[in-house]
């Protein structure tokens, strides 16, 4: 079936160069929780906050993220951590509500996933996401490698997680796939910092 118009956050996300996804990437057999991540992180001037999100008793643990930008604008987010032989993937699909816009506007949202693999290394981390150039390159070229749509501001991801697992694995050291290593930094509050200068 054509994907024939995807707007919201299809947009959103493609205008920021990731490459969306119809489909999650998770399934439980591949399904992890970093307690390392847990606090916050700044990338440039965003802030990226992970906390445990509350989960029934045999359902995996997951995080709930708020990412604010450096204008103070906040996004909300469910973030799984998925591991695919020894690299993780970090799964984000929004979870805050729509504010300031109509019904009609709402009802024309579509909620996707973005992917970013996650550089680990002794309590260090990093995101690096798809890019949505390099992806629409591969995909001219190679159009079988994953399932996908082509729209009018980019590309979309439609194949299902075993299938989007596959494609991460076998491009996951290239960098046909994805943009550079954003570095997550434990974030400083300036207003405590200066309180304890005081």
Partial sequence: MKVKAVIGCV???????????LHE?????????????????????????????????????YYTMNITDDEGRLAKFEGRMVKLGEMMFLDMYPAGELKDVSDWYK??????????RVEAEKGKF????????????LLKEKPDVVKHEVLKDGIVLTAGPKELQAFLVEYADHDEIYGDVGELEPYADPNEVSAEKK
């Fill in 126 to 137: 990093g995101l690096r996401f798809m890019n949505m150039e390099k992806v629409g390159k």
């Fill in 11 to 21: 947009v959103v996300f493609m205008m920021a160069g990731c490459v969306p996804s």
């Fill in 107 to 116: 009802i024309h949202m579509l909620g996707v996933h973005t992917f970013a």
């Fill in 25 to 61: 990437l998770y399934t439980d057999d591949v399904s992890v929780f970093e307690e390392g991540l847990i606090g916050k992180w700044s990338m440039d001037k965003t802030i990226f906050e992970f906390a445990r999100a509350e989960t029934g008793k045999d359902q995996k643990p």
